[in-house]
Each structure stands twice: as C-alpha cells, then as structure tokens.
C-alpha cells in the first residue's frame, strides 16, 4: 500500500511568486492534514479535511493560504503571494475515521519550500 | 489549548544503550492522547507508539516503551537497546479535546553513536 505522498519534495520561490504543493494521501483515507514546521520551531497544524470539506482551517496563517480538496482525494495548497515567512516544511498527513484518540495519522515526506 | 515542551534539542546515546527523551504536556482536558513521531534524514514522520489518558498501562512497541506519568504531566519515550537506525528528529505530540489536529513539540534530535 502507497504511503502519503508529496510533491514537489523541494520549492524555491522568490518573494511574491505562487506555489502549489499537492498532497496524495493512503487510499481509502477520509481524513487529510496540512502541518507546517518552520525552522527550529515545532510543527503546526494548518488544517483538516473529511474527504473533500474542511472541518477545521484554525491553523491557516491568512489569506495568502488557500487549501483544496477536490472530490476528496488529493490535495492541494496554494500560497499566493509567498512572503519569506512561509519559507518552511510543509507536511501533510492522512488518516482514516477512527472513534477516539487513537487516530493515527500517516505523514508525507514533506516539501521543503524556501522563498528568497 | 494544548501545549507540548521538549526541553532537550539534541542527545547523544552508546549504540545498544539505553536512552530517555522527555516530554512534557500541558492541557486541560481529561481526555486526550499522545504521540511519539520519529524523523529520519529522509524526512518522513513514523509514528511509534500511543498512549491514551486513560490507560491504565504504559504504552510499549517492541524497542519503544513510553513512560507515562499523568500526574505530572510527562510521557516520556525510553527507547532500549539502541541501533544506528534510531538516530533521527522524535516528536513528541498530543491530541485534546474534540479536536483531531495534532499538537507537536519541537522535536529532539537522537543520535547514535557506535
């Protein structure tokens, strides 16, 4: 079975410029996360789709993020215009529906974006 | 709202030794559960092991075992007999409340010297 996959693995922007980085999650996964770590700091949940709405977008920074989940299997995350700020690591997780806390969450590699 | 702290950024362990690293939460909530990730230099996150508020029991996955102290507030991973491999970023994490996010920690880095 495919893990959660990412792409692209790197991204390198200049300031002002768009990038979308699309995430596959496990077959079968109704759950997807965006997470962010930017450097030295710890990561930070951005936000939650069941199959294709958002149950929960607290984490987004602003509205320079915007997130889609079409038919609810991939997913894509667009940054549009990048700041430096947005330089970091973004990872996205999928997980099935579980009850309770034990809902294990599988994550992507990871794309590494830097924005000069 | 949850809060995770890692205070030790890098550690160094003997390969087949032993190693502690620590974690501590913080959360209001009654119900909750908690992670440990590991990182490798690839860059995926593995979950290792779970541990849910409720269990009576220390959480253990072969090598992996999770020292859960509640009323402290800690849950610390204690990996046995460490191999090469080990060496990585460990995230330790928490879900509360009637939230499905993950709060993470910032991290810990292992490294195994032979």
């Known amino acids: 079975e495919a893990g959660v996959t990412q792409f692209p693995s790197h991204s390198v922007i200049e300031k002002g410029q768009t990038v979308t980085l699309r995430c596959d999650p496990i077959s079968g996964h109704d759950n997807l996360y965006w997470y962010r770590r930017v450097m030295g700091k710890e990561i930070k949940f951005l936000l939650h789709f069941v199959k294709e709405s958002k149950q929960d977008e607290s984490g987004m920074p602003n509205n320079r993020f915007l997130a889609e989940r079409t038919g609810g299997t991939y997913s894509t995350l667009k940054v549009q215009p990048a700041e430096l700020e947005d330089s970091g690591v973004y990872f996205c997780?999928?997980?099935?529906?579980?009850?309770?806390?034990?809902?294990?969450?599988?994550f992507g590699p990871g794309t590494r974006l830097l924005v000069l | 709202a949850q809060k995770i702290t890692q205070t030790q950024p890098g550690m160094f362990v003997q390969e087949k030794e032993a190693v502690t690293l620590d974690c501590t939460y913080d959360t209001s909530d009654q119900s909750y559960g908690l992670f440990w990730y590991k990182q490798p230099s690839s860059g995926e996150m593995i979950f290792l092991i779970y541990q849910g508020s409720y269990d009576e029991q220390n959480a253990t996955e072969g090598r992996y075992s999770l020292n859960f102290q509640k009323a402290r507030k800690s849950a610390n991973l204690v990996i046995s007999a460490s191999q090469l491999g080990d060496s990585a970023m460990y995230f330790c994490a928490m879900r509360a409340g009637g939230y499905q996010k993950v709060t993470f920690g910032t991290g810990t880095k292992l490294q195994v010297i032979p």
């Open positions: 997780a999928s997980s099935s529906w579980t009850s309770g806390f034990q809902e294990t969450q599988y």
